[in-house]
């Protein structure tokens, strides 16, 4: 009877001094997360992650620990040596895989270095910016920013739900760039528009994150709803039945994926190509529909007169040749980063040393958008949307070297390019011509996290269109 007592008793003791023993529980942090990750799960199913690590961030300092064997920075040392510095041995933990596609990991499902640079050296030349600045890829883009424009024009005398016309131009957009003659045509063909509406209002991620931290539990759920793996048919058939397609335009990753270079086998170009057209639509729609938002705000008003009068004096310009634009979109990505969630990685397996702490081997460790980009040492009045700062010469190299919404490094995003010219040309064809406002129906709009991305709460924005004489 005495061991029945005992056995637990020493098996508390134990679990409290290994965890007390740890190098990380001298770290700041809450007392809490040096038991347990508890808390922190509950904030990543409810989408609060990112406001919760702010805030501790707020309270602690640029490192803090956030779980027993996790822990946040927010300074650029730790940032470069986590994701920029090469061969630092920071590898991908498993929360990747929770982005596979067909059973398959893709470029940003794969942890191992090695494969995910082969798997790069395939696809990097379709992403390069020389690539996307073909006129073929332009003309079709300004092709789709005038039919979104259209669109919003044609809704209620000009009172429109952008978020829905945003999220069917960045699939368009993707698709072209995807599969070039075979894209969607959401913004005009109702039966691609139900791919879009599939795509972008689907809260997809929860069941797998049941599955990274429960496995046992998302196999109960599993077997009660067989179809949960199939929460995007539509756009599962559009994507396997493309790749099949013959003849794609030379510049489409279609092609290259059909090349001899490739060497993948048709499931894994389906599911890279899905990877690509899921992540296009969420970076670009949702960081467009913030921004216009932010724009649409009457008191940045000057704002879209100043863009407008760069826009209409820029004859002979290329859309890349407009630093005023180009501030805007840095500061719109700035202060609403599509992913504004952390990018783990695991520590060195002999340990190593972040912002003057010892991180033992096999920690997960992480930066976030949100926060890095909140530094008021690097963004005077961070929480002030200022495209003007971004056309100053004081303070240029910590500006651009801090900027964190397509990640950093090797690991970077890969759509980068792609995803700054749609967002630049639509934003030409839109604020060349038209001022946007708020409409009536509604007058703000909040910031809801879903798990990864951020969009809009309840997912609409409606803005007034109005033509400028």
Known sequence: ????????????????YTRLASPLAKLPGPTYTIFTPLYLIYNEFTGNRRVYIDDLHTIYGRVVRIGPNEVSFASYEAMKEIYTSGGSGFDRTEFYELFMQFGTKTLFSMPPR????QRKRILADRYANTNIMRPETIDALTERAKQFLENCLAENGGDADVYVHLHCFALDGASQHLFAPYGTNSLKDPEDFKIMEEMS?????????????????AAFFDNLNSKRSRSVPLANDF????????????????????????ELEELSAAAESMDHLAAGIDTTGDGLCFLMHELSLPHNAHIQHKLREEI?????????????????????LRVFPPIPMSFPRYSPDDGTTLDGHYIPGHVIVSCQPFTLHKDPAVFPSPER?????????????????MFFAFSQGARGCIGKHLALAEMKILLREVYGGYRTGLSKEKANMILDDQVISSRPKGQKCRLVFEKVV
């Open 1 to 16: 009877m005495f061991l029945v007592y005992l056995i637990p008793f020493l098996a508390t003791v134990y679990f409290v």
């Open 114 to 117: 090695g494969e995910h640079s």
């Open 201 to 217: 209002y689907a809260d997809s991620l929860r069941a797998p994150y049941l599955e990274y931290y429960a496995p046992k539990v």
């Open 239 to 262: 994507v396997l039945d493309a790749v099949k397609k013959p003849n794609p335009a030379s510049y489409s990753l279609l092609s290259k994926l059909h090349s001899k270079a490739s």
């Open 312 to 332: 209409d004096g820029s004859q002979g310009k290329s859309f890349d040749q407009l630093p005023y634009l180009d501030a805007v979109v840095k500061e719109g």
């Open 385 to 401: 949307f200022d495209p003007q700062r971004w056309l100053q010469d004081k303070g240029e190299l910590e500006r651009n070297r």
